[in-house]
């Protein structure tokens, strides 16, 4: 196993929610440009690839300076899970990284040296796997039981307390994982061992699902992230 910290971009060409979402116009550039960029661009980074059913995305990826990864179509369908992509992906590249970033194109909402920071923590703390997220303030959330009634999950309404008295909590944001290859070899699982969050800010936390999140995100991309890429 090679010490290598390597970013792997998992992307696939079909989308029934945007159509071509990877490769679609985002402020300037195909969407998976600016992961690839912010990728390519982060010392912390050694190798940066992308894996794609699509001939499509791979051409861009290749123009933005990442190597490529051909997904075989059976595991790039709607039902194919991000496990069964790594565990190709981790055949491919030989030998094995040390650490693996999983990184997904619809969420661009980063800073630029977060990858970095994110690498920097998982090493200086020395875990097996790390997520970004970011902290709850004020959400008081609620789901429905086998019996369709309401019940309150992160606090009990019927002694709610002070905000200011409740502990932390975090939201996975889909944006970064980190994870030691060895692990995901062990267990078949990105997350696991001694375990992180790589924290960022709550607006950070958007991603490109449905056509309505397009203009949500450019708009704060622009106005958030518009001074370092724009």
């Given at each position: 196993m090679s010490n290598k910290v390597v970013a792997i971009i998992f992307a696939r060409g079909g989308s029934k929610g945007i159509p071509?979402?990877?490769?679609?116009?985002f402020c300037g550039k195909p969407l998976i440009a600016w992961t690839i960029e912010l990728a390519v661009n982060t010392r912390e980074i050694d190798l940066v690839y992308v894996s794609s059913d699509s001939d499509e995305i791979l051409k861009i990826a290749?123009?933005?300076?990442?190597?490529?990864?051909?997904?075989?179509?059976k595991i790039a369908g709607d039902e194919a899970t991000?496990?069964?992509?790594?565990?190709?992906?981790?055949?491919?590249?030989?030998?094995?990284?040390?650490?693996?970033l999983m990184l997904q194109p619809t969420s661009p909402?980063?800073?630029?040296?977060?990858?970095?920071?994110?690498?920097?923590?998982?090493k200086e703390k020395k875990l097996d796997?790390?997520?970004?997220?970011?902290?709850?303030?004020?959400?008081?959330?609620?789901k429905r039981d086998a019996d369709e009634n309401l019940v309150s999950i992160n606090y009990d309404y019927k002694n709610r307390g002070r905000r200011q008295d409740r502990k932390h909590e975090y939201v996975e944001n889909g944006s970064i994982y980190i994870f030691k290859s060895q692990l995901f070899e062990d267990t078949?699982?990105?997350?696991?061992?001694?375990?992180?969050?790589?924290?960022?800010d709550?607006?950070?936390?958007?991603e490109i699902d449905k056509p309505g999140d397009w203009v949500l995100l450019e708009t704060l991309f622009k106005k958030y992230l518009g001074k370092y890429y724009l």
């Amino acid at each position: 196993m090679s010490n290598k910290v390597v970013a792997i971009i998992f992307a696939r060409g079909g989308s029934k929610g945007i159509p071509k979402k990877n490769i679609r116009d985002f402020c300037g550039k195909p969407l998976i440009a600016w992961t690839i960029e912010l990728a390519v661009n982060t010392r912390e980074i050694d190798l940066v690839y992308v894996s794609s059913d699509s001939d499509e995305i791979l051409k861009i990826a290749v123009n933005y300076g990442a190597k490529t990864i051909k997904r075989p179509d059976k595991i790039a369908g709607d039902e194919a899970t991000s496990e069964s992509a790594i565990t190709h992906a981790l055949e491919i590249i030989q030998p094995n990284p040390e650490i693996v970033l999983m990184l997904q194109p619809t969420s661009p909402l980063r800073k630029p040296d977060d990858l970095g920071k994110a690498v920097t923590q998982f090493k200086e703390k020395k875990l097996d796997s790390s997520f970004s997220g970011a902290v709850l303030e004020d959400f008081l959330i609620w789901k429905r039981d086998a019996d369709e009634n309401l019940v309150s999950i992160n606090y009990d309404y019927k002694n709610r307390g002070r905000r200011q008295d409740r502990k932390h909590e975090y939201v996975e944001n889909g944006s970064i994982y980190i994870f030691k290859s060895q692990l995901f070899e062990d267990t078949g699982n990105r997350l696991g061992g001694k375990m992180d969050v790589y924290l960022m800010d709550f607006w950070q936390s958007f991603e490109i699902d449905k056509p309505g999140d397009w203009v949500l995100l450019e708009t704060l991309f622009k106005k958030y992230l518009g001074k370092y890429y724009l």
